[in-house]
DNA sequence: CTTCACTATGTCAGTTCTTACATAGATGTA
DNA sequence: TACATCTATGTAAGAACTGACATAGTGAAG
């Protein structure tokens, strides 16, 4: 019956909740810092909004382009909103985990640890910074302390995961330098 | 010229690296607690132990086997060695972030507190479950300290990860329960 | 004045990966 | 005895996704 929707699609639904957007804009919001969890291109991002259209859940008006097509503004139907209502609180699937970085790690015992504290530095250098930016958000959301029921709450609770994410992993890029430091001097 | 071999090919020459395993084993080893990073199917392994036959970064030898087919154990060749060797540490690409969960608190503004904690309390359960798993693979892993060019290592490290991250998601777990809750009862 | 980045849509080829199917012996359970 | 589960390999269809290509206006930097 109705062809099952992707996450991408609830993905497109959540940033059309919020505000109406072209597809483009879409792709830029997915890459911003409070929702940069379910990121992908715009190609495919254009395939599902098709998709979705095909299903009723969005709509959109045109207005002129820079290219050679027209520029089309989405928009969440009623329907739309219902359906995201409802995957929300479904229980989410068990998800393939997926992180190179601990991949590496685990096979980091055949490599040079010299190399491997280089790798770790810059990864650390890039959680610190991710961290410093959501560290400055935080303190002005928190401030506002957005209610239950308004966009900013679901901003401010993806962006609480995201900070204590970063800190949890520069935690342990600390720690396996650390590890390696170690290593290098036995003494 | 050299085909470019895909992330979950490195996963399973860290597995072989390990031990020679049969292709079903490797599947099984990667859904292991401490190898949970990089999980595929196993007709997916099957296809990438081919790509790496081709290559050269692993061989077989067969033994009889309980289907049709024979049972054909993989290891590692010297190529693949220093395949993977090289890999560790190349730094890791940006991945696409992905998590079912955070995109659906993105979204959790439009949807009902009460079932919204239900899903959260499913979900800190779990990883409360997978922590104490860990911590208790944690306590004999440290006591043991193992050195640097063992493959133990490796566990280690890749463990420490898990552990610290399951401890980060079941914390910020706990607090998205808090503030529904206290969203439910305005007082 | 040229070049670059940004806005904006879309196609297409190819890769990666999942799900279901197919086969079949051994082992354990009801 | 019957049935499920584990071991073990593989195929095939299709979904999901990436990256390159193609087009084109605006505005900023050099």
Redesign the interface.
């Known amino acids: 019956m109705s062809s099952t929707i992707p996450?991408l699609g609830?993905?497109i639904?959540?940033v059309l909740?919020r505000a109406d957007s072209t597809g483009y804009e879409i792709a830029g919001r997915m890459r911003n810092p409070?929702?940069?969890?379910?990121?992908?291109s715009h190609s495919q991002i254009h395939a599902d909004l098709r998709r979705l259209l095909d299903s009723g859940l969005v709509g959109y008006t045109t207005a002129p382009g820079p290219g050679p097509q027209e520029k089309k503004i989405y928009s969440i139907t009623a329907e739309g909103?219902d359906a995201?209502?409802e995957?929300?609180?479904e229980?989410?699937?068990p998800?393939?985990?997926?992180?190179?970085?601990?991949?590496?790690?685990?096979?980091?015992?055949?490599?040079?640890?010299a190399?491997?504290i280089?790798?770790f530095r810059?990864?650390l250098r890039e959680h610190e910074g991710r961290l410093a930016e959501y560290e400055a958000a935080w303190a002005s959301v928190e401030e506002e302390a957005p209610?239950?029921?308004?966009?900013?709450?679901?901003?401010m609770?993806?962006l609480?995961?995201?900070l204590?994410?970063e800190?949890?992993r520069a935690?342990?890029c600390r720690?396996?330098i650390d590890?390696?430091s170690s290593?290098l001097k036995p003494s």
């Open positions: 996450t609830f993905a639904l959540s909740a409070v929702a940069r969890f379910w990121t992908a909103l995201l209502r995957w929300v609180t229980p989410p699937r998800q393939p985990e997926r992180d190179e970085l601990v991949l590496k790690t685990y096979a980091a015992w055949l490599a040079d640890p190399a491997l280089a790798m810059t990864a209610a239950f029921g308004t966009s900013r709450f679901g901003n609770a993806a609480r995961c995201g204590t994410y800190r949890h935690d342990w720690w396996m590890q390696l290593s």
